[in-house]
C-alpha cells in the first residue's frame, strides 16, 4: 500500500504506528521537519531508535557528547548521518538550519552503545551495472544491517536510484515486513512502486508499507532521480540477512 501524507500540526508526517497505523510493519516510523534552532529530545523506555538525516544540518547530542558533522544540502548527496541507540537513552537533536530529518524504532529489549554513522563507515555497493543493458543500475547505501548490528532489531539504509532505471530488482520477497519513503530531484517527478501484483505511482514524499511475502520492485520515470529510504523489521528468529527470494519465473534474471 503506497500513501501520500500531508505534514501536521508538529511538523510530522507518520508513516507507522506499532500500536496504530501500519502496524503490521512491527515500526513507528515518522518523519519530521524542524526548523533552525528547534531541538527534539528522545527518550524511550522500551524502543530502539535511529534518527537519520534527510536534508539540513543537526547536532546529535548523545552520552555527554555532540557530534557537530551532520550537514546534508539534499537527500540525494551521498552523504549519510545518522544515530543509533538503544531503549533508555537520551538523546536531542537540534536543528542548526532548516532540516528534515526520519526517526525508525521498534521494540528491543537489548542495551547497545550508541553508534553515529556518517558516511565513512556506510556500506556503499553498485547494482545492476554490468546487467539488463544498465537498466537495473542503482546505488544501494546501508546504514545497519544484521552485519554491522547484530544486536539490532532494524535495519536501515537508502537508494539512489538512477533516473528512468528499475531498483529493487529482480522481482523478490521476503518473510520480513519492509518500508519505503520516497523523494524525487523535482516535486513534480514521479516513479512506479510494485507490491505483488499492485502497481501504484510513487511521488515525493510518498512511501509503500510493503506486506511480507509480497514481491516488489521500482522503477523512476525518466529525467526525474528517485531517492528511497528501506527500513526492515528483523522477525523472531528470522532475522533479515540479505534476504532476496526471487519469483521463480524472473529468477533467470539474477544470473543475467
Same mark, same amino acid.
Given at each position: 500500500m503506497l500513501e501520500r501524507p500531508d505534514y501536521n500540526e508538529n511538523s510530522e508526517k507518520i508513516l507507522c504506528r506499532m500500536d496504530g497505523k501500519n502496524s503490521d510493519m512491527l515500526?513507528?516510523?515518522?518523519? &519530521?521537519?524542524?526548523? +533552525?534552532g528547534d531541538k527534539i529530545d528522545i527518550f524511550d523506555k522500551d524502543n530502539e531508535t535511529a534518527?537519520?538525516?534527510?536534508?539540513?544540518?543537526?547536532?546529535? +547530542?548523545? #552520552?555527554?557528547?555532540?557530534?557537530?558533522? +551532520?550537514?546534508?544540502?539534499?537527500?540525494?548527496?551521498?552523504?549519510p548521518y545518522a544515530l543509533h541507540f538503544c531503549r533508555q537513552s537520551k538523546v536531542s537533536v537540534t536543528a542548526v538550519r532548516d532540516s528534515e530529518v526520519i526517526i525508525q524504532q521498534t521494540d528491543n529489549e537489548k542495551t547497545f552503545d550508541t553508534v553515529y554513522y556518517t558516511p565513512e563507515n556506510c556500506l556503499y555497493q553498485l547494482f545492476g551495472g554490468e546487467q539488463w543493458e544498465?537498466?537495473?543500475?542503482?546505488? $544501494?547505501?546501508?546504514?545497519? #544491517?544484521? *552485519?554491522? +548490528?547484530?544486536?539490532?532489531?532494524?535495519?536501515?539504509?537508502?537508494?539512489?536510484?538512477?533516473?528512468g532505471?528499475? *531498483?529493487? %530488482?529482480?522481482?523478490?520477497?521476503?518473510?520480513?515486513?519492509?518500508?519505503? %519513503? %520516497?523523494?524525487? #530531484?523535482?516535486?513534480?517527478?514521479?516513479? =512506479? =512502486?510494485?507490491?505483488? !501484483?499492485?502497481?501504484? &505511482?510513487?511521488? #515525493?514524499? *510518498?512511501?509503500? $508499507? /510493503?506486506?511480507?511475502?509480497?514481491?516488489?520492485?521500482?522503477? $523512476?520515470a525518466p529525467g526525474y532521480t528517485m531517492y528511497y529510504?528501506?527500513?526492515?523489521?528483523? /522477525?523472531?528468529? !528470522?532475522?533479515?540477512? &540479505?534476504?532476496?527470494? %526471487?519469483? &521463480?519465473?524472473?529468477?533467470?534474471l539474477s544470473k543475467a
Open positions: 515500526m513507528n516510523i515518522t518523519v &519530521k521537519k524542524l526548523g +533552525a534518527v537519520l538525516l534527510l536534508e539540513g544540518q543537526v547536532v546529535f +547530542a548523545f #552520552d555527554g557528547r555532540e557530534e557537530t558533522t +551532520a550537514y546534508r544540502s539534499s537527500p540525494f548527496e551521498k552523504t544498465g537498466t537495473g543500475k542503482r546505488t $544501494c547505501l546501508t546504514v545497519f #544491517d544484521l *552485519s554491522n +548490528a547484530p544486536y539490532s532489531n532494524m535495519v536501515l539504509g537508502e537508494v539512489f536510484h538512477h533516473t532505471r528499475w *531498483s529493487s %530488482y529482480p522481482p523478490h520477497h521476503h518473510p520480513q515486513p519492509e518500508v519505503y %519513503y %520516497y523523494r524525487f #530531484d523535482k516535486p513534480q517527478g514521479f516513479g =512506479a =512502486a510494485f507490491m505483488g !501484483d499492485k502497481v501504484e &505511482k510513487s511521488t #515525493d514524499g *510518498s512511501f509503500e $508499507c /510493503i506486506q511480507p511475502g509480497h514481491s516488489h520492485q521500482q522503477v $523512476c529510504v528501506w527500513m526492515i523489521r528483523h /522477525i523472531p528468529g !528470522d532475522p533479515w540477512d &540479505k534476504t532476496r527470494i %526471487y519469483e &521463480k519465473e524472473h529468477e533467470w
